[in-house]
C-alpha cells in the first residue's frame, strides 16, 4: 500500500531522467539499477576536472624531486557541510540515492531584465552545481521559469504585448545572462505555461486531501489545516497578520491563506481547470514542478533568502498536503545584494540589471566579485568592489597567460615527471585549502585568497632571477597551471582564451576610462619623451593623469606598458575604509 500510495503522490512528467522514489525497494532498485556512471561525459562537461577519488593534480605533478617515491597529497575529506536553511545549521550532505543529487532552483519570473541580485542566486547555485559534479554526482539541477504571473501580466498590458510572448522573450534575455556569467544550463528549465495539468492535478490532490478549499472559482490553501506551517521560516501564525504579507481577502477563512488557483479576469490569460477558468497562484508551481522533475523526496532546494517565506513555506506546506511523503532534505538559500545596506529588488527600484553592470564591467569580474563574499552572507554591491574584481581577474589571467606563454615553447612530452619540492608544497597547501573550503560551505572567498601564494610561485618563476634558475622550473610551472586552472574550473572562472578575456578587460577599463587605446599610447610616448628629457615632474603627471582614471603603466626593460587598476580616488576610499 506505502508503494502505492507514493506513486499515486507522483505523477511524473513522460520526459523524466531522474526520479527518487525512496520509500519503495523495488522501485528504487530499479532505478538504481539503471543507474550508469558517465565518467567521460562528466569530466568533458567541467574541463576534465578530477573527482573526489583523484586529486587536482596527478601522480606526474606529486613527484619528489628526486624521483625515489612517489608520495600523493595527503588525503583530506571531501565530505561536503551544507547549512540547511530549515535546521539552521550546517549537515554532512548525504544524498538520498548514492552517486545522484536532485537539485530544484527557483528560478526567475520572466518580465524584465535580471539585475545583480538574480545573478548572485545563479552563480551560487551553479558554484554549487559544478562542486557537486566535481565530488562525482551526476546532479539533475532544475531550474523553472515563472511566465504566468501578476507582474507580467502587468507588463505586458503596459506595453500592448501577449504575456507569454512577453515572458517568453525575457527568458532568451536571461539565458545570454547566463552565458555571460559562465552559468552552466541546468538539466531542465520547466516553465510553468507548459505543466497546467502537472499544476491542476495537485491542486486536486490538495483538494482531496482536505487542505484547500474554493471560493467563487478561486482555490486557496489553508494554512490552519497544516499544524507545521511555518517549520522553515520560523513564523507562528498570528503573525502573519492581515495587509502585510498577503492581500485582504474576506473570503479567506484565514488571512494567511494563499491562492492555489485563481479565476480568470477580463484581459489575462487563463487555462480551464475542473474550478472554472484561471491560472495557478505563484507558489504551487514549483511544488508541482519539482515533483513532476525530482518527486516528491529530494535533496536540495534552494533560492534567494527572500523566498524563505512566503514561496518555500507555501512551497511546503503544498507538497506535504499534495502527499505526505514530501521531503526536501537540505534547503540552502543565498544572501541579499544590497546597496547602501538596503536590499536590492525591482519592486524597490534600487537595483541594477546585469547587462548595465556588463556594460562597463567584464562579466567574469562581475563573478569574481559575486563569489568573492560568502554565498550567505550579504553582499553589498559598490563601484570599489567591481573595480578590485577587474584588478584581480587580469592579474589572474595575465599570470596563466604568462606561464602559457612559457610553456608553449616547450614539449610538454619532454618535461621530467618531477616537481621542485617547495613547489609541490605550494601545490599540496592549495588543494587543500581548497578542498576544505568548498567542502565547508562552499566559502568560495577563502579558496580565491588562496589563490595568491600559487600565483605568486609562478610570477616569481617567470621573472625573478632566482626563479628563472631555479630546478624543475619547467614543470613547476605546468603543474602551478593544471592545479589553478582546474580550481577555477570549479568556480566557472575559467575563460575560452586567457588572450581574449585580457584584451576584453582592457576594452572594459578604457571604456570606464573614457579613454581609446590610442589616447593612451600617446600618453605613454608623451611619458617616455618627458623621462628621456629629465622632465620627471611631467612624467610622474601622466603616470597620475591615467592611474586617476584606472589605467596603471607597467615599465620594464622592453619598454611601458598598462594594466586596468583601481582608480586613485577609489584606492583611497578603499585604504581609509580598511
Known sequence: MATLLLLKCYKPL?????????????????????????????????????????????????????????????????????????????????????GKVGMYVCGVTAYDLSHIGHARVYVTFDVLYRYLMHLGYQVHYVRNFTDVDDKIIARANELGEDPISLSRRYCEEFHKDMVHLHCLAPSVEPRVSDHMPQIMDMIKQILDNGFAYRVDGDVYFSV??????????????????????????????????????????????????????????????????????????????GGGMDLVFPHHENEIAQSCAACKHSNVTYWIHNGFVTIDSEKMSKSLGNFFTIRQVIELYHPLAMRLFLIGTHYRSPINYSVVQLESASERIFYIYQTLKDCENVLSQHDA???????????????????????????????????????????????????????????????????????????????????????????????????????TEDQVLLKIEERTAARKNKEYEKSDAVRKDLAAVGIALMDSPEGTTWRPAVPLELQEQQTAAT
Not at 522514489?21 to 558517465?38: A, R, V
Not at 568548498?438 to 572567498?445: E, I, V
Open 14 to 98: 513522460t520526459p523524466i531522467r531522474f526520479s527518487l522514489l525512496p520509500n519503495s525497494l523495488e522501485t528504487t532498485s530499479h532505478y538504481l539499477s539503471s543507474f550508469k556512471p558517465n565518467n567521460r561525459r562528466l569530466f568533458r562537461c567541467l574541463s576534465s576536472l578530477s573527482s573526489s577519488s583523484q586529486p587536482l593534480i596527478d601522480e606526474k605533478c606529486s613527484s619528489k624531486s628526486n624521483g625515489d617515491d612517489k608520495p600523493q597529497i595527503p588525503p583530506l575529506s571531501t565530505q561536503l557541510w551544507l547549512h540547511n536553511t530549515m535546521t539552521r545549521k550546517k549537515e554532512l550532505f548525504t544524498p538520498k540515492v548514492e
Open 224 to 301: 490552519d489545516k497544516l499544524p507545521e506551517y511555518g517549520q522553515l521560516s520560523g513564523r507562528k501564525l498570528e503573525d502573519n497578520r492581515a495587509g502585510e504579507r498577503v492581500a485582504v481577502d474576506s473570503r479567506k477563512k484565514n488571512p494567511a491563506d494563499f491562492a492555489l488557483w485563481k479565476s480568470a479576469k477580463e484581459g489575462e490569460p487563463f487555462w480551464e481547470s475542473p474550478w472554472g477558468p484561471g491560472r495557478p497562484g505563484w507558489h504551487i508551481e514549483c511544488s508541482a514542478m519539482s515533483a513532476a522533475y525530482l518527486g516528491h523526496s529530494f535533496d536540495i532546494h
Open 413 to 515: 612530452a619532454s618535461l621530467k615527471d618531477l616537481t621542485a619540492p617547495d613547489t609541490l608544497d605550494s601545490i599540496n597547501k592549495f588543494h587543500n585549502d581548497f578542498v576544505a573550503s568548498m567542502c565547508d560551505d562552499l566559502h568560495t572567498p577563502v579558496v580565491l585568497a588562496a589563490l595568491s601564494d600559487p600565483l605568486k610561485t609562478i610570477n616569481d618563476l617567470l621573472h625573478t632571477r632566482k626563479g628563472k634558475k631555479q630546478a624543475m622550473r619547467l614543470e613547476s610551472l605546468a603543474a602551478l597551471e593544471k592545479i589553478i586552472r582546474n580550481v577555477l574550473t570549479v568556480l566557472g572562472l575559467i575563460p575560452t582564451s586567457y588572450s581574449e578575456v585580457l584584451q576584453e578587460l582592457r576594452e572594459k577599463a578604457l571604456k570606464r576610462a573614457k579613454l
